[in-house]
């Protein structure tokens, strides 16, 4: 069974920072590719930042270019968005994906709220 678990959301004043992690089970981890993303309320969900299985590319949504970071760690089955100089603008649900081909999973989410 695949699992994927968010962790490390919570209130943060604006200009503060989180990372947030997606820790795996059940699937090939190196084998995929890693993508954050995130839904804010009324909103359609985004697509965040995105990073290759080996982690030799990445690439973000110009809105978080420059603040926010994806890297993985293969041998802990683990994705990771570290965010800094965070805005209101911010607040959102935030979910993981992992994708290989057709196989397509995604995380419960982890809320993200920016707020003074």
């Known amino acids: 069974q695949v699992q994927l678990v968010e962790s490390g959301g919570g209130l943060v004043q604006p200009g503060g920072s989180l990372t947030l992690s997606c820790a795996t089970s059940g699937l090939t981890f190196r084998y995929y590719a890693m993508s954050w993303y995130r839904q804010a309320p009324g909103k359609e969900r985004e697509l965040v930042a995105a990073?290759?299985?080996?982690?030799?590319?990445?690439d973000y949504v110009d809105s978080v270019k420059g603040r926010f970071t994806i890297s993985r760690d293969n041998a802990k089955n683990t994705a990771y968005l570290q965010m800094n100089s965070l805005k209101p603008e911010d607040t959102a649900v935030y979910y993981c994906r992992a994708v290989l081909s057709t196989w397509r999973y995604w995380g419960q989410g982890t809320q993200v709220t920016v707020s003074s």
């Open positions: 990073i290759t299985n080996l982690g030799d590319s990445t």
